[in-house]
């Protein structure tokens, strides 16, 4: 089904995106597209327009890493954004927290040991009866504004663990098992529900946020740390993806930068959901290295074997690191 939505709407958005930018195939200098990580079946559909259009117009490849583009789109809005720079991506499949060093040179520094914020945040807005039109992270943003965040006490995830990976699967049952205390029914949605019952959901939104957000900070602390001491000349933290669109979570780690001495960037929220023009400005970066594939030959049959890479890690796990971190 994913493979056959992205198959259906591929060329209209090709040709929408032309259109807009009043721009044909033989205005372009290049093509970029997103190898990895991700579904393979729908990342063989844009590989595959990708090179039907750069055979056809005799343009170069940038194969790009989904994740690297969320974190360099801040050199788009951020022009004199230098390497090296601390970067957290914080989105529906990713949790990470690298030091870029340059371009196509990432230290991780930690990961989620099992689930992304976005996904918690997706999960428990569904829980929450909440209205799914859009996605539910900013659905849940907007209710907690209403909660007191002090209200329901949950654990703050990992306290024990010294080192700067995630983790949201805890905190995502401590949430579930609290909306089951206050028998909350996701059947009812929000704007049906009651005045204490729409109150209990926005305590408890309220009350996620801010310890998902604590966490956040405290594992944000301890990279920024360590990261200074091997890279003194860091002076920005960028934080993207699509949980950094977040006022709640910019306001946060805004505060963290500060106290670190770094200066907090965020690209505009529209550029931290997933967006075409991250990766067009990926590719950009690695063209202007000379980092490219050659134009795919004009009549390449549509069977082959495309290079996509489901399971693709950004940059090195830098283990020595995390463990000096304590
Ligand atoms: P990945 O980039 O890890 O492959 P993805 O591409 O699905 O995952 P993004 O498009 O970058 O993720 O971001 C979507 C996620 O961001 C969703 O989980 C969504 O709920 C979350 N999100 C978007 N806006 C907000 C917000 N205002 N507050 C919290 N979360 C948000
Ligand atoms: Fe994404």
């Known amino acids: 089904m994913a ?5 259906g709407v591929i060329d209209q958005v090709v040709q929408e995106a032309l259109d807009k930018a009043c721009l044909s195939g033989k205005d372009l200098s290049a093509v970029a597209v997103t190898i990895g990580p991700g579904l393979s079946l729908c990342l063989r559909v844009g590989v595959r327009k990708a090179r039907k259009v750069s055979g056809l117009f005799g343009l170069p490849i940038v194969g790009i890493h989904h994740m690297e583009a969320h974190a360099l789109v801040a050199r788009l809005t ?3 954004l230098q390497f090296p720079f601390m970067v957290l991506l914080v989105s529906g499949g990713h949790n990470l927290i690298l030091l870029a060093r340059d371009l196509g040179q990432y230290l991780q520094l930690g990961t989620t040991i099992d689930d992304a914020i976005g996904e918690a945040y997706d999960k428990i807005a569904k829980w929450l009866g909440l209205d799914l039109s859009r996605s539910g992270g900013p659905a849940l943003e907007e209710l907690a504004l209403e909660g007191d965040s002090k209200s329901v006490k949950f654990a703050i995830p990992m306290k024990q663990h010294k080192d700067c990976n995630f983790s949201y699967a805890g905190l995502k049952t401590q949430v579930r098992l609290a909306i089951q205390a206050r028998n909350i029914n996701a059947e009812i949605p929000l704007s049906s529900a009651s005045h204490d019952d729409r109150k209990a959901r926005a305590d408890i939104a309220a009350s996620f946020q801010r310890v998902a957000v604590l966490h956040l900070e405290e594992r944000c602390e301890r990279a920024i740390e360590w990261a200074s001491k091997v890279e003194p000349s860091i002076k920005r933290f960028v934080v993207s993806g699509g949980v950094a669109s977040n006022k709640y979570v910019r306001a946060r780690l805004d505060e963290v930068a500060k106290k670190n001495g770094l200066q907090l960037v965020c690209p505009p929220p529209s550029l931290c959901t997933d967006n075409g023009v991250m990766i067009a400005w990926t590719g950009i970066e690695h063209l202007r ?5 050659p134009p795919a030959p004009f009549d390449e049959p ?6 996509v890479r489901p399971r693709w890690p950004l940059g090195e796990e830098h283990t020595e690191g995390r463990s000096e971190a304590r």
Not at 3 to 7: G, L, V, W
Not at 302 to 307: K, P, Q, R
């Open 3 to 7: 493979e056959e939505a992205h198959s």
């Open 78 to 80: 951020e022009r004199d």
């Open 289 to 293: 290295k000379g980092r490219f594939d």
């Open 302 to 307: 549509e069977d082959i074997l495309y290079d």
